[in-house]
């Protein structure tokens, strides 16, 4: 009987099928309580089987915002070393780009003792005559007319720049041929050095670097290199070779001038005038300029190196280090010797003469300090043996004329810095 009542009441419960709210909350008959249960327990268990993996689930997420959380750590520090690399990087392109030129000069100078081959077909082909147009060409293009006018205001300043140049400076070399050196043409070198004109393309590039006045730096330049190859001759015969017969190709001297100096300047600057396009890409680019020059002015020490690589390696190490120390007792004593001047005229002339303004002075130190190489090898090659070996009076020079620019490039850096600390203490 029991039987059959259960089996009526599960068929019931089927036919009704009440919600499972309303099956907890209605309140059966003790057998029919038994029934419900046990459906209610399937019904729990079928859930919990459902309701198990729930906490996995957080703990998955839990875990994943823990790896979330380690990745963001990890990609934090990845991050702070990018910075740090790319400040290193920084640094490291702000002081190239402030030692531009020494850098290029002494990279020059390493290869060519490296691999001399290329810098020696270099000059066999005549890129230093390239490299000298091409810097002019560029002093053309960024000559602006203004600087021009300029420069013609400060004459005086020009005037004593050529009078150092061709009259003062030469009177050292009687100074340094009375040093005793094995082999004598060292000293001899040197002293040939001193009494050459201002060089044709570092003084300008220099000047330029160091916010000068260019266009009174090309002026000296122009006109010293030109009065020079009157005299030069002069000054050789009258402190150095008296009685040795030194003579100059005069002619071919000027016309070499003429055309690596004047005709790239003209034609830069008549460029310029024409057009306005060109005129404000250079103005926009005067830095980009400014490096192109370095490195055409990098190549000269690197072809003289290389020519010179055999003979140097031929010589004590101790003579050539003692010529080479002269030149740079020499530069220096020039640069001090100008600056000192220039302070007299200054407390001559008062604070509103040219002399007190740094864009001319700065110009007048630099170009006034330096002496050129090229025309110093083309009149040794003329000498013909008068006054010694020709590798060996030049290869002190090529040290003295690397010397210089090393030594000029480390002074317009000082300059630079000072003129940046200066505009921070007016702000």
């Given amino acids: 009987m029991a039987t059959v009542t259960t089996a009526h009441q599960i068929c019931a419960v089927r036919r009704f099928k009440p919600s499972f709210a309303a099956v907890k909350g209605v309140r059966l008959q003790r057998s029919h309580d038994r029934l419900s249960r046990s459906l209610l327990h399937g019904f729990s268990s079928c859930s919990l089987l459902y309701s198990q993996p729930r906490p996995i689930r957080r703990r998955l997420s839990a875990t994943g915002e823990s790896g979330q959380g380690e990745g963001s750590a990890n990609n934090g520090s990845s991050e702070v070393s990018v910075q740090v690399g790319f400040s290193q990087l920084g640094k490291l392109v702000n002081f190239i780009e402030s030692n531009f030129l020494p850098l290029a000069l002494m990279g020059g100078i390493i290869f060519g003792l490296l691999n001399p081959t290329p810098g020696c077909l270099a000059h066999k082909y005549s890129f230093s005559k390239f490299s000298t147009f091409g810097i002019f060409f560029i002093s053309g293009l960024v000559l602006r007319t203004k600087e021009l006018s300029a420069a013609m205001e400060a004459w005086p300043a020009g005037v004593f720049g050529l009078s150092s140049i061709l009259l003062l400076t030469p009177l050292f070399s009687k100074l340094i041929m009375q040093i005793q050196l094995v082999p004598p043409e060292f000293v001899t070198g040197v002293a040939i050095f001193s009494c050459m004109p201002t060089t044709l393309s570092s003084g300008v590039t220099l000047t330029q670097l160091v916010g000068g006045n260019s266009a009174l730096a090309l002026g000296m330049t122009v006109v010293s290199n030109l009065l020079g ?199």
């Fill in 229 to 427: 190859i009157i005299v030069v001759p002069l000054s050789l015969s009258r402190y150095i070779g008296a009685g040795a017969g030194v003579s100059l190709p005069t002619k071919e001297l000027f016309k070499s001038l003429i055309s690596t100096l004047l005709v790239p300047l003209v034609l830069g600057k008549i460029l310029r005038e024409t057009s306005s396009v060109v005129a404000e890409f250079v103005d926009k680019n005067r830095k980009s300029f400014s490096v192109i020059s370095a490195l055409l002015l990098s190549l000269v020490p690197w072809m003289q190196v290389s020519r010179s690589r055999s003979l140097l390696l031929s010589v004590k190490a101790e003579a050539f280090a003692l010529a080479a120390f002269i030149g740079v007792v020499l530069h220096v004593t020039l640069l001090a010797a100008n600056a000192i001047a220039l302070r007299v005229l200054l407390a001559g002339g008062g604070k509103d003469s040219v002399f007190a303004k740094k864009e001319y002075t700065r110009a007048v130190i630099l170009v006034a300090s330096q002496k050129t190489l090229p025309v110093m090898v083309a009149v040794v090659e003329q000498l013909g043996g008068a006054l010694g070996e020709s590798g060996l009076l030049v290869l002190p020079c090529v040290a003295s004329h690397i010397n210089q620019i090393i030594i000029d490039s480390v002074l317009v850096n000082w300059w630079r810095k000072k003129d940046h600390v200066d505009e921070a203490k007016d702000l």
